[in-house]
């Protein structure tokens, strides 16, 4: 089942996820429906804020469903070590067609559950370190926007607002 992704400025993507403690038929189905979701809009990660849910829950496939090998939950991830930078573009589904310049970690090594609940450690560098990073963000209640330089973020929020009122938001 396709979601509705939850754009800004909807205050549960500002709000910190709650750790998942049961990891049953339910987790599965929303893990199942983000990923229908994703694949939809063409992203390569989605966190359970965006489909107004606030857990500690993403989904990610940096291959965009080209790949089933590469699918990934992450459920309560944490980042565990980081290494290196990069000032890359990134986009979020909750900000239709904003392109910014973030700088994030080169390369990260997470922690997180996978839905039998069971921890995993995994690497990830290049585009998965940066959805690591992203997704992450989210879970905590942080936006992209939030990693701009301030002048950007300025510009993007005043880019929004335009849109708002045009009804095109
Ligand atoms: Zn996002």
Redesign the pocket.
């Known amino acids: 089942m396709i979601l509705k992704i939850v754009k800004y400025p909807d205050p549960v993507l500002q709000q910190p996820g709650e750790p998942v403690t049961e990891f049953n038929a339910e987790l599965r189905k929303l893990a199942a429906d983000m990923f229908e979701t994703m694949y939809a809009e063409n992203g390569a990660?989605?966190?359970a804020q965006?489909v107004g849910i606030a857990k500690r829950l993403a989904v990610i496939d940096v291959t965009g469903g080209k790949d089933a090998s590469q699918k990934l939950v992450v459920v309560n991830p944490e980042i565990i070590s980081r290494e290196g930078k990069v000032y890359e573009t990134e986009?979020?589904?909750?900000?239709p067609d904003i392109i910014e310049k973030v700088v994030r970690a080169a390369e990260v090594r997470i922690r997180a559950q996978d839905l039998d609940g069971k921890w995993f450690e995994m690497d990830g560098a290049d585009l998965l370190a940066r959805c690591f990073q992203?997704?992450i963000?989210?879970l905590d209640g942080m936006?992209?926007i939030f990693r701009m330089s301030a002048l950007k973020r300025d510009l993007v929020q005043r880019k929004i607002r335009k849109l708002q009122r045009a009804g095109e938001w």
Do not use: I, T, V
């Open positions: 990660g989605l966190a965006q986009g979020c589904l909750s900000f992203h997704e963000d989210h936006l992209f």
